[in-house]
């Protein structure tokens, strides 16, 4: 069985300022990690993934995530923060494809502070 | 290109009554999953359709159901509604199970009363 942890379920940053969105992950299998945005009112937006590979994974919006294997983490990174991304954001975890059950985490709200 | 669509964008039931929503995946995309997202909670999986067979159920209650049909669109049926189904429905797209990214629509937002 795979689960996801979101550490923080709130997060308020100021504007132009960096921010660090915690994620954990427990798998007996090889994982494969996903950060989706989701604006209010609207669906998922898919940020960037990890599959194999270099473990510092580039995404839309100049967000970027480090996957950990051996802290089962997978936390996500801005550098600078604009008040365009405040929105919920979801840490999920997959199994080999062909299982594509996505699991999520229970989100992180992103607020901006001008 | 269009992407996921979903319709109703928002529906209203009341308890014992039954629901339909409906997806459209992106032109090329054979799977349909299913999710349901509970307000300040994280998407839960419900269903997986791939060629009109289904390949993978969430932990659901039998009064949640599922078809795809030939044009890989994709219907979720839920009957005798409790309050606990209100939630917001998302529909995810993908060209087949191997792919590693699912696209998802915006979302049919059921409320129960």
């Known amino acids: 069985a795979q689960s996801v942890t979101q550490l923080d379920s709130q997060v308020p940053v100021f504007e132009e300022a960096p921010v660090e969105l915690r994620c954990n992950y427990s798998s007996s299998v090889s994982v494969y990690l996903f950060w989706y945005v989701q604006y209010p009112n609207q669906g998922l937006q898919l940020l960037l993934k990890?599959?194999?590979?270099?473990?510092l994974v580039k995404g839309i919006n100049g967000f970027e995530a480090e996957f950990n294997k051996s802290q089962t983490s997978f936390h996500l990174r801005k550098p600078s923060v604009h008040i365009s991304d405040t929105a919920e954001y979801f840490c999920?975890?997959?199994?080999?494809?062909?299982?594509?059950?996505?699991?999520f985490g229970t989100g992180t709200r992103l607020t901006i502070i001008p | 290109d269009a992407g996921v669509t979903q319709s109703p964008t928002h529906l209203i039931k009341t308890r014992g009554q039954h629901v339909t929503l409906r997806c459209s995946p992106i032109?090329?995309?054979?799977?349909v999953s299913w999710y349901q997202q509970v307000l300040g909670q994280g998407p839960q999986f419900i269903f997986q359709?791939?060629?009109?067979?289904?390949?993978g159920r969430g932990n659901f209650p039998d009064r949640f159901s599922a078809r795809q049909f030939p044009n890989y669109s994709s219907e979720l049926n839920v009957n005798a509604l409790l309050l606990g189904d209100s939630a917001l429905y998302l529909c995810?797209?993908?060209?087949?199970?191997?792919?590693?990214?699912?696209?998802f629509g915006p979302g049919t937002r059921l409320t129960v009363l």
């Open positions: 359709y791939y060629e009109k067979e289904e390949r």
């Open positions: 990890y599959l194999s590979g270099s473990t």
């Open positions: 995810a797209s993908r060209p087949d199970p191997s792919t590693d990214t699912q696209y």
């Open positions: 032109s090329g995309h054979k799977s």
């Open positions: 999920a975890v997959s199994g080999d494809f062909g299982n594509e059950k996505l699991t």
